[in-house]
Nanobody, 124 residues
Framework: VQLQASGGGLVQAGGSLRLSCAAS????????MGWFRQAPGKEREFVAA????????YYADSVKGRFTISRDNAKNTVYLQMNSLKPEDTAVYYC??????????????????WGQGTQVTVSS
């Protein structure tokens, strides 16, 4: 599967953005999907994940209550709605796909496919 992330940009603190990740291929609905981010000089970190059906989701503590992950299998797309953004949310955001669609996992090594990343910058 090929993944294309979009929707990043520059926003003021307290604002919102919605990221999208469009997937190619006919088997998108079989993959669990995740969002990760990487700030300059830091390791890539888990943000959110969703199972193949959307029935299970999981969030990093740092974004819980502010971010929402969702998916539309008919459109082969996963979304990350980001509200109440903070300067510390500034990073390149990546979407990823996990072959084992029934689970939600948080480590980069569990994901099999990665998108190219989209920059999110939150100004104070």
């Amino acid at each position: 599967v090929q993944l294309q992330a979009s929707g990043g940009g520059l926003v003021q603190a307290g604002g919102s953005l919605r990221l999208s990740c469009a997937a190619s291929g006919r088997t998108f609905s079989s993959y669990a999907m995740g969002w990760f981010r990487q700030a300059p000089g830091k390791e890539r970190e888990f943000v959110a994940a969703i199972s193949w059906s959307g029935g299970s989701t999981y969030y990093a503590d740092s974004v819980k209550g502010r971010f929402t992950i969702s998916r539309d299998n008919a459109k082969n797309t996963v979304y990350l709605q980001m509200n109440s953004l903070k300067p510390e949310d500034t990073a390149v955001y990546y979407c990823a796909a996990d072959d084992f669609g029934h689970r939600v996992v948080v480590t980069t090594m569990e994901y099999d496919y990665w998108g190219q990343g989209t920059q999110v910058t939150v100004s104070s």
